[in-house]
């Protein structure tokens, strides 16, 4: 059993404690061109690389990752696709960097045969899917209406995520998740499609045991359906993007009474659905910041 840890809901945890590691050689290449005047320059871009993932004897799907994290992704991922169960005993994670293979194995018989011939392609990047009986399974699940989301707290997170090295800021590229509690960042995962970064965190969450009612996810990319599916199977209440909505994607989080937030930039939001987990608490800071919009508007003009 591969759980190592047992944290328990309104736990208090650091800021961050998993967070990308900007120094690691393997994410980031370096490559020389030139710019618009034909100058030489040389800059990072992010490396990308296959891995295929299997599920006991039997393959399941080949991703395309930036390699971090192989074991929390392949756990995430078959968790997301509803392969794994909440009661599954994972017995062992092998992975083969250099054949870019990653093997989990459980105490339960897996096969999973038909279910691979009916999966459905989504607008997520690279191997984005999902199947269609999780949208059946949406009904089941009901997230805490416990947990409210304080205004206040949204300008705090941004700022906090915007402001940590990451490899977005260091080659772009590339999409972030971070699982919050509260107006603090707890697990911020990156990598190619933000799809990989979702499974990542719930990897994670998984075999480390965190609880999910009480947490907030925050994701750089758009607010699709496979988005709001993700979250929902995690057991998250509340979803935020700096990015924009799908239609269906805000039709499923009505659907599961999901907060779903978008263009989330300081302390201006949309909200499209879950509305009554939202306490206004930031209506000064809201008029500070407009204010100094104003300002510096007339201090350009």
């Given at each position: 059993?591969?759980?190592?840890?047992r944290?328990?809901?309104?736990?208090?945890?650091d800021?961050?404690?998993?967070?990308?590691?900007?120094?690691?050689?393997?994410?980031?290449?370096?490559?020389?061109?030139?710019?618009?005047n034909?100058?030489p320059?040389?800059?990072?871009?992010?490396?990308?690389?296959?891995?295929?993932?299997?599920?006991?004897?039997?393959?399941?799907?080949?991703?395309m990752?930036?390699?971090?994290?192989?074991?929390?992704?392949?756990?995430g991922?078959?968790?997301?696709?509803?392969?794994?169960?909440?009661?599954?005993?994972?017995?062992?994670?092998?992975?083969?960097?250099?054949?870019?293979?990653?093997?989990?194995?459980?105490?339960r018989?897996?096969?999973?045969?038909?279910?691979l011939?009916?999966?459905?392609q989504?607008?997520?990047?690279?191997?984005?899917?999902?199947?269609?009986?999780?949208l059946?399974?949406?009904?089941?699940?009901t997230?805490?209406?416990?947990?409210n989301?304080?205004t206040?707290?949204?300008?705090?997170?941004t700022?906090?995520?915007?402001?940590?090295?990451?490899?977005?800021?260091?080659?772009?590229?590339?999409?972030?998740?971070?699982?919050c509690?509260?107006?603090?960042?707890?697990?911020?995962?990156?990598?190619?499609?933000?799809?990989?970064?979702?499974?990542?965190?719930?990897?994670?969450?998984?075999?480390?045991?965190?609880?999910?009612?009480?947490?907030?996810?925050?994701?750089?990319g758009?607010?699709?359906?496979?988005?709001?599916?993700?979250?929902?199977q995690?057991g998250?209440?509340?979803?935020?993007?700096?990015?924009?909505?799908?239609a269906?994607?805000?039709?499923?989080?009505?659907?599961?009474s999901?907060?779903l937030?978008?263009?989330?930039?300081?302390s201006?939001?949309?909200?499209?659905?879950?509305?009554?987990?939202?306490?206004f608490?930031?209506?000064?800071?809201?008029?500070?910041?407009?204010?100094?919009?104003?300002?510096?508007a007339?201090?350009?003009?």
């Amino acid at each position: 059993m591969l759980r190592k840890v047992r944290i328990t809901e309104g736990e208090v945890l650091d800021e961050f404690f998993v967070r990308p590691d900007v120094e690691d050689e393997r994410l980031v290449s370096r490559v020389q061109g030139i710019d618009q005047n034909g100058a030489p320059i040389e800059t990072d871009v992010v490396s990308e690389r296959p891995l295929t993932l299997y599920l006991n004897r039997q393959e399941i799907v080949t991703m395309m990752t930036i390699g971090d994290h192989p074991d929390y992704l392949a756990v995430g991922y078959l968790l997301n696709q509803n392969m794994l169960h909440a009661d599954d005993e994972i017995i062992d994670i092998d992975h083969d960097e250099e054949l870019g293979i990653v093997v989990v194995r459980t105490t339960r018989e897996t096969d999973y045969e038909e279910k691979l011939k009916k999966k459905v392609q989504t607008s997520g990047c690279a191997q984005g899917t999902v199947f269609g009986d999780l949208l059946e399974k949406l009904d089941d699940i009901t997230l805490s209406s416990d947990h409210n989301l304080k205004t206040s707290w949204l300008p705090e997170l941004t700022r906090k995520i915007n402001g940590i090295p990451s490899l977005y800021l260091k080659a772009g590229a590339i999409h972030g998740c971070v699982l919050c509690q509260e107006n603090r960042p707890l697990i911020y995962m990156e990598d190619v499609g933000r799809h990989n970064a979702v499974d990542k965190v719930a990897g994670y969450m998984f075999l480390h045991g965190i609880p999910s009612r009480d947490k907030i996810f925050y994701t750089t990319g758009r607010l699709t359906s496979e988005m709001v599916i993700k979250t929902v199977q995690m057991g998250i209440p509340i979803l935020v993007s700096r990015s924009g909505f799908t239609a269906w994607g805000v039709e499923l989080a009505q659907q599961a009474s999901l907060t779903l937030i978008g263009r989330c930039r300081g302390s201006r939001f949309m909200a499209l659905a879950g509305q009554e987990r939202i306490v206004f608490d930031a209506q000064e800071t809201y008029e500070e910041d407009s204010r100094h919009r104003r300002k510096a508007a007339r201090d350009d003009a």
